[in-house]
């Protein structure tokens, strides 16, 4: 949110009708045509302190939009990591539902949408929402000891209009012999083998296009 063009031109408006208000005196001052007595001096130290009074108001009002404008950010994050657990144990379907009703639970109160796509001992995770509330939710995320290697492969502002391209956190699972698992082991691969963003960005857009297919 920002600060209106109708409440701008108020706030100018005061401004300049009390520089005109002590303008005016000044001048005819410097002219000589009125005399610089206490009286006239007193007048004018009240308008000069209206003036500043108006502007530092309107300085005050101002930052409070920008710090309220920035908590309104939108922020979209995707990380890949490895599963650190034993994906044989039995108990592991047990830890990936776990998982999956942690983060439901969260994102939906929180409102952070996305997508967390797991794959053979692989996740992909895309969080989008309010930019703080996605920040705190990364790092919480990237020291979680049910995964490691987490590596951030995005991370930028979003607009609201683009927050509703995932409705919720949306769970994808693929099979090894799926395109999708075959994209994501080989974006897994590029992170691992080479600093090359763009083949690496292209990957990742392919295999969001496809989510983005599954999920319609
Ligand atoms: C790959 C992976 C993705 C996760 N995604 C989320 C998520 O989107 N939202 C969430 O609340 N927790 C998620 N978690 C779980 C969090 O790391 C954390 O354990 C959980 O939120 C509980 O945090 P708390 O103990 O601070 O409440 C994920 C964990 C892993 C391993």
Known sequence: MTVDSQTVRTW???IA??????????????LGK???????????EQKFEALSDAINSARHQLAAN????ESQQLLEITCISQCAVDTNDSEFEYILNDIRSESAERNSKW???????????IFLQRLEGNSEKVRQLAATIALDPRHKCVTFLSQQPISHSDQDRWKSMLFFSAKQEDKLAESLHRLQ???LDSND??????LLNDLTDMLKDKSA
């Open 12 to 14: 100018l408006h005061d």
């Open 17 to 30: 009708n009390r520089a005109m208000s002590l303008g005016g005196p000044i001048t005819l001052m410097r």
């Open 34 to 44: 009125i005399k610089a007595d206490q009286d006239q001096l007193m007048a004018m």
């Open 66 to 69: 920008v710090a309220k404008s």
């Open 111 to 121: 409102n952070i949408n996305g997508f967390l796509l797991y794959s053979d001992g």
């Open 189 to 191: 691969q590029l992170v």
């Open 197 to 202: 963003a763009s083949q690496r960005n292209a």
